[in-house]
């Protein structure tokens, strides 16, 4: 059964960096999309960006400039790297794979912003 196992998180203070990596058990990862959302406490779940199977990068218009997705298909991991982390940042964030319709999630991985 495949699964995606969140990491990176944890606490940083606003201004910081972080990079957040999902790693995909199972077996093919290169053809499918993949991406990330993040859900703070009390907030609906909110989309931050995707990359294809060809590398083709979208992000929320609210996301760009600080968030940067990249994947590693001989590594199974996409990754998301945060700069300039701000307070409202601090939320749980997640890694899906979009099966067609139909997504993959994984745990998440909390993120905290404060000083």
């Known amino acids: 059964q495949v699964q995606l196992m969140e990491s990176g998180g944890g606490l940083v203070q606003p201004g910081g960096s972080l990079r957040l990596s999902c790693a995909a058990s199972?077996?093919?990862?290169?053809?499918?999309?993949m991406g990330w959302y993040r859900q703070a406490p009390g907030k609906q779940r909110e989309f931050i960006a995707k990359?294809?199977?060809?590398?083709?990068?979208y992000y929320a218009d609210s996301m760009k400039g600080r968030f940067t997705i990249s994947r590693d298909n001989a590594k199974n991991t996409v990754y998301l790297q945060m700069n300039s982390l701000k307070p409202e940042d601090t939320a749980l964030y997640y890694c899906y794979r979009d099966e067609g319709g139909t997504y993959l999630w994984g745990q998440g991985t909390q993120v905290t912003v404060s000083s």
């Open positions: 199972g077996t093919i990862f290169g053809i499918y999309t």
């Open positions: 990359i294809t199977n060809t590398d083709y990068i």
